[in-house]
């Protein structure tokens, strides 16, 4: 499976995040001998483990919430934070990564699902964040893009409107606020029911994870 996924998300240019959170080092390992390099995790500690026992070249994305209190755990190493969303979390991300002499790649994420939910910005507020001169002011992030999830459902048009949104949202936030960024092209979408769609869709960032590694308990 990892092969046909790899395969078909390099033909169209996205990446393939290897989302390992719940399953062991050994795991992880299986899956850097054949290559793969992009690791996701949603739990701060986890991640902190792991890239304590794993080769140092993983590039770890964090992909679920995450308090400002556990920003200066990561900090040091972290590649991506996908989960971004508010400004005040933005302001201790750039805090870090000062500390750290670093610069550190964010995306916004957007609650595009039909599912209740506390993380993930609406449009409106996305604006507000972006329009705001603190988050000018902060030299330490890069804005990247955006990342979502779509409802769980088996209903795929839906879940193919919901990317399309996030991809106009993308694309409207570009114009407006990234028009001279070029590094602002990222849009993390699609998982392991939905990543097909996805792609159709123009993710450039999958994260996949119970395909790949089998089913959490
Ligand atoms: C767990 C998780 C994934 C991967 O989910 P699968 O269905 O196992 O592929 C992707 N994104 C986020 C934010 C997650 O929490």
Not at 153 to 168: A, P, S, Y
Not at 191 to 196: C, L, V
Request: net charge neutral; glycine share 6%; hydrophobic share 40%.
């Amino acid at each position: 499976m990892y092969k046909e996924i790899l395969h078909q998300t390099e033909q169209r240019k996205a990446l393939l995040i290897a989302v390992s959170k719940t399953h062991p080092v050994d795991s992880i390992l299986k899956l850097y001998n054949q290559g793969q390099r992009h690791f996701g995790e949603n739990r701060v500690q986890e991640m902190l483990e792991k890239h304590e026992s794993l080769p140092q070249d993983i590039q770890w994305h964090l992909i679920g919430h995450l308090q400002t209190n556990k920003v200066k755990l990561i900090a040091p190493f972290v590649a991506m934070i996908h989960s971004v969303d508010s400004l005040r979390l933005l302001e201790e991300i750039n805090k870090q990564a000062v500390k750290n002499n670093r610069s550190i790649d964010c995306l916004l994420q957007f609650h595009i699902a039909l599912e209740e939910s506390k993380f993930g910005l609406t449009e409106a507020e996305a604006i507000e964040l972006l329009e705001s001169p603190l988050f000018t002011s902060l030299r330490n992030i890069r804005m990247c893009g955006v990342m979502g999830m779509a409802t769980y459902t088996d209903d795929q048009e839906h879940v193919r409107n919901e990317f399309k949104h996030l991809r106009g949202l993308f694309e409207s936030l570009k114009t407006r606020f990234f028009s001279d960024k070029p590094y602002f092209k990222e849009i993390s979408m699609g998982m392991s029911g939905d990543w097909q769609i996805a792609l159709e869709e123009g993710s450039t960032m999958l994260r996949v994870g119970s395909l790949l590694f089998g089913s959490r308990s």
